[in-house]
């Protein structure tokens, strides 16, 4: 193996998991790309041309045997685990009352376990240091109407980044969270499509005049994940065009 770094990237079938790929492609990493749906993710790995070397596994980040046997070979084809970013993730609407419990269960299982899971397994590969992302929301400072369950995970997940960064630092390795704003993926837009969002409204919690794109949101993991972020751990990064500065 050479000196090139290796990224594990979840939900990187599409949206903002695919633009992460793409971007740690581009940027020279070896990437292993995770996602439910296999066969997004070998589109994925496929739309980017170049010698980088690249695996498409497909599995669920709630099932403890999936992501074991993801890290162990992601290590195995593509060498020591430098960086994870956990970002796969599920919302389904409904108030407390609507929400059955396995629709409840399912978002804590996704949103939340599926972050502790990865972590557990690939903080022990990485023996030479390294990042861990948690791709968080701007949910997790401030909720919407029938949210409980995606907010709750959320929220649990910058819990998660400031224990692991503390528990962790000493091995060398970082821990960081990212809260998107609104971003243009295909689940924004099956949100808009069912009437649960409507895009006029959105349009204007964001200061900027604009949703975000999934690349803004691999630009602010790159960097996270890069030397030039070496003393940042247990932050929470917004990328949310100034949608939570508002209180809303």
Not at 20 to 26: D, G, K, Q, Y
Not at 34 to 44: C, L, M, R, S
Not at 118 to 130: D, L, N, T, V
């Amino acid at each position: 193996m050479d000196d090139a770094k290796t990224a594990l990237i979840t939900g990187a079938g599409s949206g903002i998991g695919a633009a992460i790929a793409e971007r740690f492609l581009s940027a020279g990493y070896r990437v292993a790309l995770f996602d439910i749906n296999g066969k997004a993710a070998e589109e994925t790995a496929a739309r980017i041309a170049g010698p980088v070397r690249r695996i498409a596994i497909s599995g669920d980040v709630s099932s403890e045997e999936h992501v074991q046997l993801a890290v162990l070979r992601t290590v195995r084809e593509l060498g020591p685990l430098d960086v994870l970013v956990n970002n796969a993730g599920i919302e389904i609407y409904g108030t407390v009352v609507e929400l059955t419990a396995e629709q409840w269960d399912r978002q804590m299982a996704v949103n939340l376990r599926g972050s502790y899971l990865f972590s557990k397994y690939a903080i022990p590969e990485m023996r030479r240091g390294g990042a861990i992302i948690h791709i968080s929301s701007a949910h997790a400072h401030v909720s919407w109407p029938r949210c409980p369950a995606y907010d709750a995970t959320k929220a649990g997940l910058i819990g998660l980044t400031r224990a692991m960064a503390l528990d962790h630092g000493r091995q060398g390795i970082r821990v960081n969270a990212i809260c998107p704003g609104y971003i243009s993926t295909p689940l924004l837009e099956k949100a808009i499509a069912c009437g649960e969002v409507d895009r006029e409204a959105m349009l204007k919690f964001h200061p900027l005049g604009r949703i975000g794109t999934p690349l803004d949101i691999a630009e602010a993991t790159l960097f996270l994940a890069s030397d030039a972020a070496s003393f940042i751990s247990g932050t929470v990064l917004n990328v949310d065009g100034c949608l939570t500065a508002q209180g809303l």
